[in-house]
């Protein structure tokens, strides 16, 4: 298959913008049945978080990474878990308020940081320069990065499966309320580091304000006659 028109490149045709194109099918197949059947929405919704992994490997082995694909991937996490949330919130109607925040801190924080990034010329939301955050440095290594998007992912879908069956037990203990406790404080955990991105990204955007405003400055300035 060509990913070419002419001499330019089909950025949309990219193996990893292919991938994201079927996430995104597998995440609205997953949002149409969270009412009414719970085994083809959470294995709809898994697969396609899992696929989250793929594109990434995808885009290395291809060298296919872009800032189109960089946005289509943050959207469709974003979207994804916000449709669940949603469900949670319908099912857990007593809880919807942390639902609610949720949603909002993961939304706007990851946001206005991609947005940023991407003022500031990164090819990657996940790229760093050596003066960056050390959290964030530490938060996006591949191992850490992955264990925190699967115990965030994994909470609030054993939530969701939990409205329907307490699903296998061991001792009497249901596995997906063992997995909900375990992983909740991981999902605690990831929505402060979501703030956190907040907190660079306000940064960074300030320090590009400045510089615009400098620049600015020094051009009307020059305009003056001498």
Not at 22 to 46: D, K, P
Not at 63 to 92: E, H, I, P, W
Not at 180 to 200: D, Q
């Amino acid at each position: 298959m060509s990913t070419a028109i002419g001499n330019q490149e089909n950025i949309f045709l990219f193996v990893p913008n292919l991938i994201g194109y079927g996430r995104i099918v597998l995440a609205v197949i997953a949002f149409y049945f969270m009412q009414t059947n719970y085994v083809i929405a959470g294995w709809c919704y898994i697969i396609s978080a899992l696929l989250d992994a793929v594109d990434g490997h995808a885009a290395r082995a291809f060298n296919q990474s872009t800032k189109f694909g960089a946005m289509l991937d943050q959207l469709t996490d974003r979207c994804g878990t916000m449709g669940l949330l949603v469900a949670l919130s319908y099912f857990y109607p007593k809880y919807m308020f942390w639902f609610q925040l949720s949603m909002a801190i993961d939304i706007a924080c990851h946001w206005i940081y991609l947005h940023t990034s991407t003022l500031q010329g990164k090819t990657s939301h996940k790229f760093f320069d050596p003066n960056d955050n050390p959290i964030m440095r530490l938060y996006y290594r591949k191992d850490i990065l992955t264990f925190m998007c699967c115990g965030n992912e994994l909470f609030y879908s054993a939530l969701y499966v939990l409205y329907f069956t307490n699903g296998p037990t061991i001792l009497g203990l249901s596995l997906l309320k063992v997995a909900a406790v375990l992983s909740a404080p991981v999902a605690f955990v990831k929505a402060l580091i979501s703030l956190l991105h907040a907190y660079v990204a306000a940064q960074n955007l300030t320090i590009i304000d400045a510089a615009e405003r400098e620049n600015n400055r020094k051009k009307e300035l020059s305009k003056k006659p001498e």
